[in-house]
């Protein structure tokens, strides 16, 4: 089973929830491609819980609010070196995403659709703005979140609550936005501005898990509310038909709220009240998370073409139930792509990380006895033989966000 972190610590159960994401946001591509083919995008299931499925880019939420959930579970009661955690972030983001952007540019240029200038000034505003191709605008934003995590940090060490004055300040600001412009769907979803909320639900959610634990009736009522809300959001024309892409609607001042506090509460509730054993269906479904990052970077490559050559050339995709079965056959398909990008492009990077975690143990003994500290601190190159194993190539380090996004 992949293992995964600098920490040495790995969450099986959070791969499960990787999995899930990443297979929502490969489905909402496949069975809506960029231009509603083969589903139309006003489209709603009659099913309400597919109408997820249907809008399937709420997996990006999904990614960014286990990312603050996971981030929370890591740091509780330890201390961070922030410089070497954005080291490590950078050694696990970026190889792939420098592939993946190179060969969309390239790509771009050679069939006259942008100039090398125009792709470079791209790039370049994607350290700011939502523009890096395949969808590594989500890493942008997922960056963006490294740098306010000390002060949510330091907020959560002085209250579990302080961090919810964040998501009032986003809620108010995204009202005025709306109201100055008439749409807030664009700073919602793409930005920082709304994806926020998600971060912080997230990790409110850790702080509060022991409430949620065990506590199945409740958790599925609150899960089936939501998705009840999702089918009526599906109804109203979803992401791109209410009426029209990007929405005039009020309702996405609150939407990243909302898709924050319910996956917050589903990630709490099941980390904190299963043990998913390493075998069978389990096992498998902890790969298809642990190679998330990499099948959210590459499917789009792949993801609008292969529905529109299976609709062309084997079956019509025009039934949403028959796409969503496709959908399912090539997500599995991109499980084993993500396998040999893990292993081929970002694993080579990882021998590099280094610990960015330590207990207040750690500091205290640094401050008594240094030398013993330096001692057992030593460079992420050099470790124990009973810890090395997370160092091979069978044991990926999970995407948070898109980490898509996410062990970190």
Do not use: C
Request: no cysteine.
């Amino acid at each position: 089973m992949p293992n995964p972190s600098s920490t040495g610590q790995h969450y099986l159960a959070l791969d499960h929830v990787r999995a899930i994401a990443a297979l929502l946001v490969v489905t909402w591509h496949f069975i809506h491609g960029s231009t509603g083919f083969p589903i139309a995008f006003d489209y709603s299931p009659n099913l309400f819980l597919l109408s997820l499925f249907d809008e399937g880019h709420t997996g990006v939420a999904l990614f960014m609010t286990l990312s603050g959930y996971l981030f929370a579970k890591l740091l509780n009661g330890k201390t961070i070196d922030y410089k070497a955690f954005l080291w490590n972030r950078a050694l696990r983001l970026l190889p792939l995403l420098t592939v993946v952007t190179a060969a969309s540019g390239l790509y771009l240029i050679v069939m006259g659709k942008t100039s090398p200038s125009a792709f470079l000034q791209t790039v370049t505003s994607g350290i700011l703005l939502p523009t890096l191709p395949n969808g590594g605008w989500s890493i942008t934003v997922e960056f963006h979140y490294y740098l306010i995590l000390p002060l949510l940090l330091w907020m959560l060490r002085h209250s579990r609550w302080l961090p919810a004055s964040v998501l009032l300040l986003s809620i108010a600001f995204r009202t005025i936005m709306h109201q100055s412009t008439g749409e807030v769907q664009t700073l919602a979803y793409w930005t920082i501005i709304g994806r926020i909320d998600q971060f912080v639900l997230g990790m409110l959610a850790f702080q509060f898990r022991l409430h949620l634990a065990h506590r199945h009736g409740m958790v599925v009522l609150w899960l089936g509310s939501f998705a009840g809300f999702y089918a009526y959001f599906n109804a109203l024309g979803g992401f791109m038909a209410a009426p029209a892409y990007p929405s005039p609607s009020s309702l996405w001042v609150l939407l990243p709220t909302i898709e924050g506090a319910s996956y917050a509460v589903a990630i709490a509730w099941y980390d904190s009240s299963f043990s998913p054993p390493s075998r069978g269906f389990s096992k498998y479904l902890g790969y298809a998370g642990a190679y998330s990052y990499s099948i959210y970077l590459i499917h789009y490559n792949l993801v609008f073409r292969a529905a529109r050559f299976i609709d062309q050339h084997i079956m019509s995709l025009t039934n949403f139930y028959v796409a969503l079965a496709w959908a399912l056959l090539f997500f599995l398909l991109m499980v084993a792509l993500g396998h040999f990008s893990f292993r081929y492009i970002e694993s080579p990077f990882l021998r590099h990380r280094k610990r960015y975690i330590h207990s207040l143990r750690d500091k205290e003994v640094s401050k008594d006895h240094p030398a013993q500290d330096s001692a057992r601190l030593l460079p992420s190159h050099v470790v124990p033989r009973s810890q090395a194993l997370y160092r091979s190539h069978k044991h990926p380090e999970p995407h948070t966000a898109a980490t898509p996004l996410r062990n970190k």
